[in-house]
């Protein structure tokens, strides 16, 4: 069983940062691209940012030069540090990896149940 946990979401001004962190952990062979999505209320899931195994890197052009994505191979986590956080930012930010289980080396999409953040104007 591989598992997705988020954390680092909270309440913060408008023009703040945050840090969200995503730890996999479980059953895993090896972990291929990463993202970050967010939903906002009455809107669909969004992709936000995502990177690959080998750290290249895409962005919502909604959050272009604020959002930085990250990761850490080493400790199977990824991040996303998040400045000059606007009202809209304020979502529920959920983790999505692809990763291939240990056990079957299979290649499966798994999610975390989300943190939320919000940003207050």
């Known amino acids: 069983q591989v598992h997705l946990v988020e954390s680092g979401g909270g309440l913060v001004q408008a023009g703040g940062s945050l840090r969200l962190s995503c730890a996999a952990s479980?059953?895993?062979?090896?972990?291929?691209?990463m993202n970050w999505y967010r939903q906002a209320p009455g809107k669909q899931r969004e992709l936000v940012a995502g990177?690959?195994?080998?750290?290249?890197?895409n962005y919502a052009d909604s959050v272009k030069g604020r959002f930085t994505i990250s990761r850490d191979n080493d400790k199977n986590m990824v991040y996303l540090q998040m400045s000059s956080l606007k009202a809209e930012d304020t979502a529920v930010y959920y983790c999505?990896?692809?990763?291939?289980?240990?056990?079957?080396?299979?290649?499966?999409?798994?999610w975390g149940q989300g943190t939320q953040v919000t940003v207050s104007s």
């Open positions: 999505n990896g692809n990763i291939q289980d240990l056990r079957d080396r299979w290649m499966r999409i798994y």
């Open positions: 990177i690959t195994s080998g750290g290249s890197t």
């Open positions: 479980g059953s895993i062979f090896s972990i291929n691209n």
